[in-house]
């Protein structure tokens, strides 16, 4: 499996970049995102929807099978990066040739069902990178090892915990606690949690992870996932 196209230009920026990928996506969760970042990127097909709404993206990456040719033309060659290449989806195309210290997602959750699992698989393979996927309902992220993460929330809020792995953790803010559960996808999971206080901390002996929020909580958690970079 690839991970990358040598010859393949990367997006290196030191600012958010919005990823828009070709799923369902309402135009509040586009116009919340434009609030964070100016900078889009498409996977393949995502580009359409940017071009629908104006938005000019600085690069598509995918090997443009779901791209029409007149859109293609639309972009131009210097911003089309063709990766051929069948053994990773589109949207593991463009992510991996992304370098930001935040990426946030849209066109990735509310669709089919088999290609949320291939998202969720891409985020594990890539859990280094900080990515937050924006649905009309959620927002997801794939919590990094052995590094705590502070989270500014509300009281009452959702809290859900989806293991794709055996692992352990720790926890501080929630209803349930995670402290001593050793959390596994055939044997106990952690979703429909709930907020204790306005600040959620949680810590996870190894990566995969998926930490599934309102997406009221956008801003905060954007935030969250920007000062575990710096820190």
């Given at each position: ?32 995102v ?41 972009l131009g ?31 990735a ?65 929630l ?57």
């Amino acid at each position: 499996m690839k991970n990358s196209d040598p010859k393949a230009p990367k997006t290196r920026v030191n600012h958010p970049v919005g990823l828009v990928a070709g799923g369902p996506i309402r135009v509040a969760d586009f116009r919340a995102v434009q609030k964070m970042t100016d900078h889009f990127v498409a996977a393949d097909g995502g580009a359409a929807y940017l071009l629908a709404r104006a938005t000019m993206p600085d690069v598509v990456y995918g090997d443009m099978d779901s791209l029409a040719q007149p859109l293609q033309v639309k972009l131009g060659p210097d911003r089309i990066v063709r990766l051929s290449e069948q053994e990773t989806t589109d949207f593991d195309k463009a992510l991996r040739h992304i370098e930001a210290p935040l990426i946030l997602v849209l066109g990735a959750l509310g669709g089919r069902v088999d290609h949320e699992l291939a998202v969720f698989h891409t985020l594990l393979r890539h859990v280094d990178k900080r990515c937050l996927l924006v649905g009309h309902k959620d927002v997801l992220f794939a919590c990094p090892a052995h590094v705590s993460i502070t989270l500014d929330l509300r009281a009452g809020d959702r809290l859900s915990l989806f293991p794709m792995c055996a692992l352990k953790g720790k926890s501080e803010g929630l209803d349930w606690p995670i402290d001593g559960l050793s959390l596994d996808p055939m044997v106990q999971i952690g979703t429909s949690n709930r907020v204790t206080s306005g600040q959620v901390r949680l810590f996870f002996e190894g990566a995969g992870m998926l930490v599934i929020l309102p997406r009221t909580r956008l801003t905060s958690v954007a935030k969250a996932l920007m000062q575990l970079l710096r820190g």
